[in-house]
């Protein structure tokens, strides 16, 4: 008898289950992913002849929780406008019953494939430009609770952007939450939603172990804020770094001084310890690869003294060469 893979058994289930997309303007292409709630299509758009990518939710859910959890993400996509986020187009009830939403279909690599190929100033750099987007949620009062290396991708010409905000907690009353999307309709009809109040409850532990803060880990709802992200983008930070996820006991070479101490930074223990904002940890990314003081370490002399000495390479040898031309030039003058 042979046996088949897990990956052919994920497509085969996937077969059996493609969404109903009768009477929609989108056309099932096929099954890409599956992700904790839902499954991913690549479709077709009829109407404006383009592929996208349809999140369906794709799990059994009697309580409802998981259907309100998928229309709230396309909710908080919906609100995040910005290059380093995949926008949302649609989103509705399929004839089948399924909850889904329609947004851009990205082609790309994973941060865990794209860093392989990488060296420290270009995965540097790149911390910087997972922040930029993070940045901007943060300033819309969204923190996106589930940050990790599979929900970062790196498009086809080189875009960094965040996937999978169906864990985001909202912390701006103003963006309404979702109670119900009202059912996808035929090519030309609109989709809606209606409102309803947060479904993050205290005590839920929400994340991804290795990357969630200890505040997460708790179910501590209450006292998670912009910094739970910096706590998980810190932990994303030494994984580009070392190559070992946070849980793994580490073989590599320790980082340098500086790099371990943003690291440690970012992922200080007590929420109060950690960097204040995305900006200020960025910021002290951009100082290392300046040759300046960051703000998370305390260099000593030497360490100092060695700093400046990289920093103006050129410009030493230039001076220790002119000193011993000179030195050079007096001994050969008075022989």
Known sequence: ?????????TRLQASVQCPDLSSTRYRALKFVARGGMGAV??????VLHRRVALKVLDVEDRTGELASRLEREALVLAHLEHPGIVPVHDAGTLPDGRVFYCMKYVEGQTLESYIVNTNLPQRLGLAQ?????????????????????GNIMIGAFGEVLIMDWGLAKITNSTIQESSHITSAGTPGEQTGFATAAPITSHGKILGTPGYMSPEQARGDSAAMDERSDI????????FMLTGQSPEETPTTAPLPKPLN?????????????????????????????????????????VERGMRLLERHRVAVVLVLAYIAMRVLFILFSHR
């Open 41 to 46: 299509w690549l479709a077709e758009d009829v």
């Open 261 to 301: 101490a943003i690291c440690q930074k970012a992922m200080a223990p007590e929420i109060s310890e950690r960097y204040a904002s995305i900006q200020e940890m960025s910021a002290d990314i951009s100082q290392y690869l300046e040759g300046v003081p960051i703000s998370a370490y305390r260099e000593g002399i």
């Open 231 to 238: 706590f998980s983008l810190g932990a994303i930070l030494r």
């Open 1 to 9: 008898m042979k046996w088949l893979s897990d990956e052919t058994l």
């Open 129 to 149: 430009r997972i922040a930029e987007p993070l940045a901007f949620a943060h300033s819309k009062g969204i923190v996106h609770r589930d940050l990790k290396p």
